[in-house]
């Protein structure tokens, strides 16, 4: 439902489940999304910003009633690798645009409905992306956690050698620190699960600082301001827009594989449907505004929004309740910021890097079939390795169209045997079997595309026969490109010119229209096509009796 819709319908007993549900869920997204920024290279409050106005948005223009959107692990790797040649005094307003674009890009793709091509994307992608992804976050931090001034790197391997390079500038306040932040999540997940440990490891790391005066002793949040999100207009520059096109489209595309699997892992545990186009262009509309508002782009949450559906979530107003509280951490508490340390944010996100990895799940992918390790790892390798994560993206999706397209090249064909009394009595059989009939009767089915068109001219070439009728039946097929017809038109001439006849049976009226405009239809007699009919095989028979027809009245001439 709409958001007017919702406010008009709205119960104070739901607010009451909103309200729980939205204060549970800010307990851990706060540190989270600080922590995110970090992960992008801004400061923390760019994490808070970004989530005030996605969630103040998402409430109006988004359709599911539990995702939540907010600063992902994912997108913000993606932004961050997008950036990472970008100077350091150009880097936000460039962020900015990245973000515009983002969001223009899937408002786009969401009107044409061409976001619906994400369903394609292999699962084997999504699941190395996340693996590769959680790497990435986790060895990304390891830098912040030791307390050293530069660790970056373009690939994991790159990070990590520069790690290790300067193990000796190890900061062991920021270390200890983190440290205690990283046991504090995993022993308060090991007894109370549902507690919001990711906030107690921040809590209890900036009462360390503060009661210790520790904040000269290593890195914290330095000049965090207590002020809330403003206008600020994108800087279009064109030369920028044109270089960060390619990263903004990948970007685009992550984020609606995110949406994607939140919304159908979420409709099977609530049984809520969701019109994906129109949360689509939902999220970029989110995306455009957050551009002009200091934030940067942002996705549907995978932790978030199954805290909220389980914390008892009923509408979207709960992201609304996330957004005011965030609002009024900053006003309220927004000094006591400038004593957290940055390794314990580090700690918490290596913390949620560790829980991306289903190591379960990976098994699985390498027991299953051959071709899901295959792109498994290959999607893997390249998130690893290179020096940009849209590459792995588009590699991903690349791989997911190839395999769709292999396992669609197949046609739906097969030959059927005929009782000549007249009784509907059909078959499917085996060429060999039906080759020495009178007639023969291919069977199509299903989609009909290019990829599939070899597999269709070599299965014609197969049940081709001089001097014989053939009868296609059309009955299920269910689209047809003009690569296909152009098959079935060589088949038609090559038949009639070796002293054969089509017949064209179980015609539809929207397959018919389609051969019509091609010109196929121009090639056959009007007595050789018949309709589909509401009974099975009706129209078939009917060919069938024609074509017998046809065949008694040849050999008599002969005789």
């Not at 340390?341 to 051959?370: G, N, Q």
């Not at 089915?445 to 070899?454: E, I, R, V």
Request: charged letters at 15%; proline letters at 2%; one cysteine or more.
């Amino acid at each position: 439902m709409n958001f007017i819709e919702l406010i008009k319908s709205y119960q104070f007993k739901t607010f009451k489940s909103d309200l729980l549900a939205g204060l549970t869920v800010t307990a851990f997204a706060l540190p989270q999304n600080m922590a995110y920024a970090l992960i992008v290279g801004v400061n923390p409050i760019y994490g808070l910003y970004t989530s005030i106005v996605s969630m103040l948005v998402a409430t109006v223009v988004g359709v599911s009633n539990y995702m939540v959107v907010a600063p992902t692990n994912m997108i913000s790797v993606a932004l961050a690798s997008s950036l990472s040649n970008i100077a350091s005094d150009q880097y936000l307003e460039t962020l900015f645009l990245l973000t515009f674009l983002v969001g223009a890009i899937q408002i786009v793709l969401g009107i044409l409905k061409l976001g619906d091509l994400v369903k394609y994307v292999s699962q084997s992608v999504i699941m190395a992306l996340t693996t590769g992804v959680a790497f990435l976050i986790g060895a990304g931090q390891l830098g912040n956690l030791l307390g050293l001034a530069d660790s970056g790197g373009s690939n994991l391997i790159a990070i990590i050698y520069n790690v290790f390079s300067n193990l000796q500038s190890t900061n062991y306040y920021a270390l200890a620190i983190g440290l205690l932040a990283m046991l504090i999540i995993v022993v308060g997940k090991s007894f109370r699960p549902y507690l919001p440990w990711y906030l107690v490891a921040v809590i209890i790391s900036t009462l360390i600082v503060y009661i210790f005066d520790l904040s000269d002793n290593l890195a914290v949040i330095q000049d965090f301001p207590t002020s809330l999100p403003s206008f600020n207009l994108v800087n279009f520059d064109l030369n920028s827009i044109q270089n960060l096109f390619s990263s903004a489209l990948s970007i685009a595309i992550l984020g609606f594989i995110q949406v994607l699997s939140i919304v159908k892992s979420l409709e099977k545990q609530s049984n809520e449907e969701v019109a994906l186009n129109r949360e689509f262009i939902g999220q970029g509309i989110v995306n455009f505004i957050n551009a002009f508002f200091n934030g940067f782009a942002v996705s549907g949450s995978f932790t978030k929004s199954f805290a909220n559906y389980s914390a008892g979530a009923k509408t979207r107003i709960s992201q609304l309740i996330m957004s005011v509280t965030i609002i009024l951490f900053i006003l309220f508490l927004g000094t006591v910021a400038n004593y957290i340390p940055i390794s314990s944010l580090a700690a918490l996100v290596i913390m949620v890097a560790y829980y991306m990895i289903d190591f379960k799940e990976m098994i699985r992918y390498f027991k299953t079939t051959r071709s899901d390790t295959i792109v498994f790892l290959g999607t893997l390798v390249t998130t690893l390795l290179t020096p940009r994560l849209d590459y792995a993206i588009y590699f991903g999706v690349i791989i997911s169209v190839i395999l769709v397209l292999k396992r669609t090249g197949n046609v739906n064909y097969s030959h059927m045997a005929y009782n000549q009394q007249g009784n509907n009595d059909f078959a499917q059989q085996q060429l060999t079997e039906v080759a020495e009939d009178d007639l023969i009767i291919i069977n199509l089915a299903g989609s009909l595309h290019f990829n599939a068109a070899d597999n269709l001219k070599n299965q014609l070439d197969e049940s081709f026969s001089e001097d014989k009728i053939f009868i296609i039946r059309t009955r299920y097929i269910e689209d047809i490109d003009i690569t296909s017809i152009q098959e079935l038109e060589k088949f038609i001439d090559r038949v009639q010119s070796h002293g054969g006849e089509i017949l064209l049976c179980g015609v539809e009226e929207e397959i018919f229209e389609v051969l019509k405009k091609s010109g196929l239809i121009a090639k056959l007699d009007q007595e050789n096509i018949f309709w589909a009919r509401n009974h099975i095989f009706s129209s078939t028979q009917e060919a069938v009796e024609e074509a017998l027809s046809k065949t008694q009245e040849k050999n008599s001439q002969a005789d």
